[in-house]
Nanobody, 125 residues
């Protein structure tokens, strides 16, 4: 199995930046596609971004394109999400995920995927 632990969340003003990290352990990190999802209060979990095992390709939901960048450092078993120009609507609990299928993960993941416990991101106006 894969264990995932997110960090880097916090409170930031609109227009600010934040970088989330997801540390992975337990299995070969480089063989997994990875992604970020978020869930705002009263909302369903939403796809944010995904990345292939080699760092290519990457996918983003339209609302974060040009503002967020997903990346990974396989040598450090770590996934990142650089978030710039943050907006109040970005407020959510952010979760990282790992999957053997980039396509399935991008579509929302499945029960066979691995998920972290989440980190809170709050953007004030």
């Amino acid at each position: 199995q894969v264990q995932l632990v997110e960090s880097g969340g916090g409170l930031v003003q609109a227009g600010g930046s934040l970088r989330l990290s997801c540390a992975a352990s337990g299995r070969t990190f480089s063989s997994y596609a990875m992604g970020w999802f978020r869930q705002a209060p009263g909302k369903e979990r939403e796809f944010v971004a995904t990345i292939g095992w080699s760092g290519v390709p990457t996918y983003y939901t339209d609302s974060v394109k040009g503002r967020f960048t997903i990346s990974r450092d396989n040598a450090k078993n770590t996934l990142y999400l650089q978030m710039n120009s943050l907006k109040p609507e970005d407020t959510a609990v952010y979760y990282c995920a790992a999957s053997l299928s980039l396509r399935d993960l991008t579509k929302g993941g499945s029960s066979s995927d691995y998920w972290g416990q989440g980190t809170q991101v709050t953007v004030s106006s």
